[in-house]
């Protein structure tokens, strides 16, 4: 996934309406540049601060990371339960159906 033919290939897909599907155990598996391009991630638990504090850094997350870290552990409590985020439109959700509201 370190391939520059991936980078340019999330960079250009905007352009031609696509939908690219990355999937990865691990955020350091893209370059930096490549995680600014992606839309939604899907956060299942188990993942480290560490790699948590690189995604926010590197997805140009737009809430604190201390919050970023809260919506993570209370989305991923459950089991099969994930963290959606929407870097488009700035959304934090529980799964797809509850939508978390972040009071400025």
Same mark, same amino acid.
């Given at each position: 996934? #370190? ?5 340019? &290939?999330?960079?250009?897909?905007? @352009?031609?309406? !696509? /939908?690219?599907?990355?999937? *990865? ?19 299942? #638990? ?5 790699? &948590?504090?690189?995604?926010?850094? @590197?997805?140009? !997350? /737009?809430?604190?990371?201390? *919050? ?37």
């Amino acid at each position: 996934l #370190k391939y520059n033919s991936v980078n340019t &290939l999330l960079k250009h897909n905007r @352009h031609f309406k !696509l /939908s690219t599907i990355c999937s *990865t155990h691990h955020t350091n598996t893209l370059k930096p540049e490549a995680l600014k391009q992606i839309d939604f991630f899907l956060l299942f #638990k188990g993942i480290t601060e560490d790699r &948590l504090k690189l995604l926010h850094e @590197h997805a140009a !997350l /737009s809430v604190p990371f201390n *919050t970023f870290c809260k919506l993570y552990e209370n989305a991923t409590e459950e089991q099969y339960s994930f963290l959606f985020v929407d870097t488009r439109n700035d959304m934090f959700r529980k799964k797809f159906d509850k939508m978390y509201v972040i009071k400025s």
